[in-house]
């Protein structure tokens, strides 16, 4: 084992580790950066016919440009999937248990400026499923298939690339006869 010290390194190191633990905790809040905390749930209706292409769940709201995801902030110590599951029934009348969703795969996406999503899964049956919208945070709530998306907002055409799903997904390249 090779071991490199840096005096002023070291220095700085034995200052801090000699602070009161409060005072650590303060210092390196004020080092690290910080980020805001959102959850997304990818709803999928169930009673899609397995040959057929999937339909997802998405939300027209304002300025009404593009279609988005259910989702919202974290409030304050909130687990990821209770704010999750919060945000569905408050954006879509949609309640579900937060053990009724899935994590996502990949569960979190960290986005430029200090931004990251939690993402869970779930399926409900569509045509068993009342839509329910308050027409200020959200104008429209509506069953999309895959093949066949609206218009969506940049952060969420990003978003749903991390799943293989949307505009910003490359198609996969042509084969070439061997």
């Known amino acids: 084992m090779i071991i490199r010290r840096s005096p002023a390194r070291a220095l700085l ?3 801090f580790y000699r602070l009161p633990h409060p005072a650590r905790r303060r210092l390196v809040r004020l080092a690290v950066q910080r980020y805001i905390v959102g959850a ?3 709803v999928t209706d ?9 339909r997802l769940l998405l939300l027209r709201q304002p300025p009404g ?4 995801l259910p989702a919202g902030l974290l409030r304050h110590r909130e687990a990821p999937v209770v704010g999750a599951a919060r945000e569905l029934a408050e954006e879509t009348g949609i309640r ?4 009724q969703l899935r994590p996502a795969v990949p569960n979190a996406v960290v986005h430029a400026k200090g931004w990251v999503d939690v993402v869970f899964e779930a399926s409900v049956a ?7 919208v308050d027409g200020a945070e959200v104008y429209e709530a509506a069953w999309h298939r895959l093949d066949d998306l609206p218009r969506l907002t940049p952060a969420t055409a990003r978003l ?3 799943y293989g799903i949307g505009p910003l997904v490359s198609p996969p390249a042509a084969q070439e006869p061997g």
């Open 160 to 162: 749903l690339a991390h």
């Open 126 to 132: 569509a045509s068993r499923t009342q839509l329910v």
């Open 13 to 15: 190191y034995g200052v």
């Open 46 to 54: 169930s009673e899609v016919d397995p040959s057929a292409p999937a």
């Open 40 to 42: 997304v749930t990818l």
């Open 65 to 68: 440009r593009g279609w988005t």
């Open 96 to 99: 579900l248990a937060p053990d």
